[in-house]
């Protein structure tokens, strides 16, 4: 919740914006429109041979699952060099970005989820500062019941049909809570 303005410290006050169609945090000095908008999760499938790395998190949410590298994109960086940054600060591994591969939606919690299919440029790779440990696995080495992530099981099961089926293709959709465990989810697909 936005409480000051950024620009002059007035207050600001939930508004609707003249041509706007919903709320919006405004101040009531300077007149600034604060928006908040969903925030950009990028990461990558990096693959050797038939192989993908997951990371272990060292960090909350989550803490001591497996996951694909991946996190929020910083400003001045595009999508894919998010997803190679990331892979290198989770798992000190090198990797070249092949293409998009999954986009999903959460909008239960504001943000949008990037990952790319990679190749790992070698085999040189340990745990991060967010990472408990890093390891390659064969698809009937992947931790499925220790995923960290919903998005990421989903990326991760796309991901084997593809490699077993006619090639890869983006997949795109939103994932949504259905109930309350971590495992009450639906994924609608465009």
């Keep these: 919740m936005i409480e000051f303005c950024c620009h002059c410290g007035d207050r600001v006050s939930l508004s609707i914006p003249e041509g706007d169609d919903r709320q919006r945090h405004v ?24 192989k993908v790395l997951l990371c272990r998190r060292a960090i909350e949410p989550r803490r001591g699952y497996w996951t694909l590298p991946a996190g ?8 894919h060099e998010g997803a ?3 892979a290198h600060e989770e798992a000190n591994a090198r990797v070249r970005i092949t293409g998009l591969y999954t986009l999903f939606s959460l909008p239960r919690i504001d943000q949008v989820y990037l990952f790319f299919r990679s190749r790992l440029l070698d085999l040189d790779f340990s745990p ?63």
Excluded at 30 to 38: K, L, M, S, V
Excluded at 39 to 45: D, E, L, M, N
Excluded at 72 to 79: C, P
Excluded at 152 to 180: A, H, K
């Design 128 to 190: 991060g500062i967010e990472s408990l440990e890093v390891s390659l696995f064969s698809r009937d080495e992947i931790p499925w019941d220790d995923l960290a992530f919903q998005v990421v099981y989903e990326t991760l099961r796309f991901y084997y049909q593809d490699r077993d089926g006619d090639g890869f293709r983006v997949r795109s959709g939103t994932i949504e809570r259905t109930g309350r465990t971590s495992s009450d989810y639906r994924l609608q697909l465009i």
């Design 72 to 79: 929020f994109m910083e400003n001045g960086e595009s999508s």
């Design 27 to 50: 101040c009531g000095g300077c007149g600034a429109i604060h928006y908040q908008n969903p925030k950009v999760v990028t990461g990558c499938i990096p693959e050797w041979e038939d």
């Design 84 to 86: 190679a940054r990331e």
